[in-house]
């Protein structure tokens, strides 16, 4: 299966606002964003994508999506629309355990990543037979590329997928490879 990871584009969002599964606009046009990934994708290919606007639209702008909300980004409760400034001391405790923690009202990292690897097991359980293309969020994907490269999980915050960039990886019978990251 070759698949193509794409990190929305980069949202129109103060510096240091926590925004998880808030719906927040674009600071790019995704019908600009779609024009520069093209030439990076197959000419055909399946696309999913998470219903959050800010992936939506650019899926749109590539394809009809198949749109899933186990491809939303982490959902952090109490702390969606707040700086990371006001929320004081309980980003230590977030630090502490950034796999187990959740902030109130919203999930942990642990959580979301269960959700993501169970649409990732039905996407390859049906053996697509074109390219699968997926347009989601930063934790989303670092869990799908973190899980497929064998990486423990701990890792996966160190997989920094850029906005409006796509992640090819192959996943043969025999293993997977990384062909290209952030293009």
Request: net charge negative; proline share 8%; glycine share 10%.
């Amino acid at each position: 299966m070759e698949l193509h990871l794409i990190r929305h584009p980069p949202p129109d969002v103060a510096h240091g606002v926590c925004y998880g599964q808030r719906d927040v606009g674009l600071a790019e046009p995704p019908e600009a964003c779609a024009a520069r990934l093209r030439p990076l994708l197959p000419a055909q290919f399946e696309l999913h994508a998470s219903p959050l606007a800010r992936a939506r639209l650019l899926a749109e702008a590539l394809g009809t999506p198949r749109l899933d909300d186990r491809l939303k980004e982490i959902h952090f409760g109490a702390w969606e629309g707040r700086l990371f400034d006001e929320i004081g001391s309980a980003i230590d405790e977030w630090a502490a355990d950034p796999l187990g923690f959740r902030a109130p009202g919203g999930e942990s990292a642990r959580e979301m990543a269960a959700r993501v690897l169970a649409w990732l097991n039905g996407v390859v359980l049906e053996r697509p037979e074109r390219p699968v293309v997926v347009i989601a969020h930063g934790g989303p994907l670092r869990t799908i590329a973190g899980h497929l490269l064998g990486l423990p999980a701990e890792r996966w915050l160190g997989l920094d997928f850029a906005c409006g960039h796509t992640t090819r990886i192959d996943v043969e019978s025999w293993g997977v490879v990384l062909r290209w990251f952030n293009r």
